[in-house]
Structure formats: C-alpha cells, structure tokens
C-alpha cells in the first residue's frame, strides 16, 4: 500500500493480530460462530499480507502480480462468503453477520482489483496508478467509517463484571464464573472493529 511503510507495518500488525485472535476464537465455537470467526481470520491475514510495504516498493512487475494475487484471493473469500449466505450450511444461522463479511470481501475485491488495473497501467516506478470509482469508493468509505464508530460504541463497558456469569452454588448461593475470553462477543465485535478500520484505511489508498 501506499504512504510511510511505518504505517503499513503497523496495519500488518494489527490484521494479523486479528487474524490470530479469530483462529483462538474459532477453534472453540460452534458451527455457525466457527464459520464467522473463520471468515474473519482469513480477512485478517489476508490484509495482513497485502498490507506488507516491501510488496509495494519493487519493481512495477511485482507490483501487478501481488495485486492480481490478492484479487484473486479475495475473490475466492467472496465466493465463499457468498455460499455461506445464499447455500451453504450455516446460511440460516449466520446471514446477519455474513452479510457484513460478504461486504468486507468484497471491498476487498475492489480495492485489490483497482491496484491490479492500475498497475497494468502504471505511470511510475515505484507506485502504480491506482484508479477505483470515485462514487464506489465513497460509499464503501462511508459504511466503514459508520460501522466502526458504531460498533465500536457499542463495545464500551456498561457494567462491572461483563465478562462473567452468575451460576447456583451447591449450597444454593450465587456465584461468579468467568466466561472465557474468546467466547466474548465483544471479543468478536473487536475483531471486526478492527478490520473495519484497517479495510477503511485500505480504502483511502483507492
């Protein structure tokens, strides 16, 4: 991507951070969750990659084969998250939040094919001519920007004790038993507050 490679390496840091947390994540949901979480972790790591400067800072050559890479994998991602919604197993279970992942997939496209037809065209050495619809681009910007600050609200505590849950004692008391961290769903709303804001950033390179 384009712009101070300190900022890329840190979007690098943060889509892999996220990934990762998705795969924990993933490992002890169910089903439907699992397919979510999986979503999110191949989004992550996937922006993680196409976020690394040295991509970016070669040769125009290397240039046009990342982006048309990265088109094709999101492309694949989208094709998946389209199946999962309209077909696939868990299209019942999991429309809502794979309707927002379909969305993401497809920014994704977007943003890895205007690259891709940009650097086939490539005006310069280092970067190539990146060229998305001004309208298309505008849009995807908007919603990104509305859901992270939206969600993002939604995340701030309201109570003490969020994380935990009040079981019967053998002795008929009440007690507190924490809920593993990766069973939150404000641990899944952070995932996707923080791809949103790393797929807004993208975007601002379009």
Same mark, same amino acid.
């Given at each position: 991507?384009?712009?101070?490679?300190?900022?890329?390496?840190?979007? &690098?840091? !943060?889509?892999? =951070?996220? %990934? @990762? /947390?998705?795969?924990?994540? *993933?490992?002890?949901?169910?089903? +439907?969750?699992r397919?979510?979480?999986?979503?999110?972790?191949a989004?992550?790591?996937?922006?993680a990659?196409?976020?690394?400067?040295?991509?970016?800072?070669?040769?125009?050559?290397?240039?046009?084969?990342?982006?048309?890479?990265?088109t094709?994998?999101?492309g694949l991602?989208?094709?998946?998250?389209?199946?999962?919604?309209?077909?696939?197993?868990?299209r019942?279970?999991?429309?809502?939040g794979?309707?927002?992942?379909?969305?993401?997939?497809?920014?994704?496209?977007? &943003?890895a !094919?205007?690259? =891709?037809? %940009? @650097? /086939?065209?490539?005006?310069? *050495?280092?970067?190539?001519a990146? +060229?998305?619809?001004?309208?298309?681009?505008?849009?995807?910007?908007?919603?990104?920007?509305?859901y992270?600050?939206w969600?993002?609200?939604r995340?701030?505590?309201?109570?003490?004790?969020?994380?935990?849950?009040?079981?019967?004692?053998?002795d008929?008391?009440?007690?507190?038993?924490?809920l593993?961290?990766m069973?939150?769903?404000?641990?899944?709303?952070?995932?996707?507050?923080?791809?949103?804001?790393?797929?807004?950033?993208?975007?601002?390179?379009?």
């Amino acid at each position: 991507m384009h712009g101070p490679a300190t900022i890329g390496w840190l979007l &690098v840091a !943060l889509c892999a =951070a996220t %990934g @990762a /947390s998705c795969v924990l994540r *993933a490992r002890d949901a169910e089903r +439907g969750q699992r397919a979510e979480a999986q979503s999110e972790a191949a989004m992550g790591f996937g922006m993680a990659a196409m976020a690394v400067p040295a991509l970016w800072g070669g040769a125009p050559v290397l240039h046009t084969t990342a982006a048309w890479a990265f088109t094709a994998a999101f492309g694949l991602l989208l094709a998946r998250e389209l199946w999962l919604v309209t077909g696939g197993r868990h299209r019942i279970a999991c429309r809502a939040g794979h309707l927002h992942h379909v969305l993401g997939s497809a920014a994704m496209v977007y &943003v890895a !094919l205007s690259m =891709a037809l %940009g @650097a /086939s065209s490539g005006t310069g *050495a280092h970067h190539p001519a990146v +060229g998305g619809v001004p309208l298309v681009t505008g849009v995807l910007l908007a919603y990104f920007a509305v859901y992270v600050l939206w969600t993002g609200t939604r995340l701030m505590p309201v109570a003490a004790g969020a994380g935990s849950v009040v079981t019967a004692g053998a002795d008929g008391g009440r007690r507190a038993v924490a809920l593993p961290v990766m069973r939150q769903a404000g641990v899944a709303a952070g995932c996707r507050v923080a791809m949103g804001a790393g797929m807004f950033a993208m975007l601002l390179t379009v």
